[in-house]
């Protein structure tokens, strides 16, 4: 009972929640690097991504309406 005692005498303290680290712009996976994106890597199935990327990024849907 002295942990019981001990909460009635003092109280309970919560913690604030953690704080979040701040956003320091670095890439942190390879998907988002460049060379992967552009296929330039030498890897055949990059390369075939992204020909698929080019496309799909050069579809009418996907250009702005003016």
Known sequence: MDD???IIENGITFK???KKKADDGKVKTKAKKKKYITGAHGS???KQ????REQRANRKSQH???
């Open 16 to 18: 604030g929640a953690p």
């Open 49 to 52: 991504k992204a020909k698929y």
């Open 4 to 6: 019981f005692e001990k």
């Open 44 to 46: 055949g199935s990059a």
């Open 64 to 66: 702005r309406k003016k």
